[in-house]
């Protein structure tokens, strides 16, 4: 039987993510919710997998058909990727060590901030605010195909997380007051405000919208060609 995700056991699951440490990722998993964290352990996952840690490629296996099953943006891309790590097919995305988190900024964050580029060599995801602030480089102007842009894409995917959010709530005046909460400006604090009278769906909210935000940030990449890459280049 698994357990609701507490903040010890995410910052549990982020260590072995992080170090790729997969022994340590599977006895998170095993008393843990994966469902809740597929497009978060996705990459390690597949590293542990292609590494032949004991277990590994059968939770690759479950993530994967959980992925299918929910289906939502860049859940089949992920899918694909854990395939390949079992050795099931073959995949053709090129790796590149981008932070999805980070990427996901680029893409989704403030209006006024959001934008960028990453660079195809390092990984590096450099802020449109950044450049506008450096001194400008001929070095660099020469090297602007070592740069993929990105677009920020406005706060609109976040907004239906919260919608999509409010109808899974089992309670019914919670799921009321948050439909009222995010109308008009302000939308997103009022939201968390109020969501944070119940810590249990506040957690809940941040697993949900991590998925989303990190999904579709894998799909613009993959959609350019690429897919994360662990620090090891894999």
């Known amino acids: 039987m698994t357990e609701a995700w507490t903040e010890h056991a995410l910052k549990a699951l ?3 993510c992080r170090t790729e440490d997969g022994a340590s990722l599977l006895a998170v998993l095993r008393t843990q919710d994966l ?5 978060q352990c996705g990459d390690a ?7 032949g840690v004991p277990g ?10 959980a992925l299918r099953e929910r289906d939502w943006p860049g859940d089949e891309v992920l899918a694909g990727q854990l395939d390949s790590a079992v050795g099931s097919v073959a995949f053709a995305l090129r790796p ?6 980070e990427l996901s900024g680029l893409l989704e964050g403030d209006p006024a901030w959001s934008g960028g580029r990453i660079h195809l060599d390092t990984g590096e995801c450099r802020p449109s605010v950044v450049d506008d602030e450096l001194p400008w480089s001929e070095d660099e102007s020469e090297d602007d195909e070592c740069w ?8 609109r995917d976040a907004y ?20 009222i909460a995010i109308q008009g ?6 939201f968390k405000d109020m969501l944070a009278t119940s810590p249990a769906q506040l957690q809940r909210y941040w697993l949900f919208s991590a998925e989303r935000q990190l999904g579709r940030a894998r799909a613009w990449l993959a959609e350019h060609g690429y897919r994360p890459a662990s620090p090891g280049g894999r």
């Open 56 to 65: 590994a490629a059968e939770t690759a296996a479950r993530c994967a058909a």
């Open 45 to 51: 996952l597949g590293v542990a997998a292609s590494r």
């Open 96 to 101: 590149l060590p981008v932070d999805l988190e």
């Open 148 to 155: 993929l842009h990105v677009p920020g894409a406005g706060s």
């Open 185 to 190: 400006q302000g939308a997103f604090h009022r």
């Open 160 to 179: 239906r997380d919260m919608e999509d959010f409010i109808v899974t709530l089992d309670d019914q005046d919670l799921a009321k007051f948050l439909g």
């Open 14 to 16: 982020r260590a072995a």
């Open 35 to 39: 469902g809740d964290v597929l497009q």
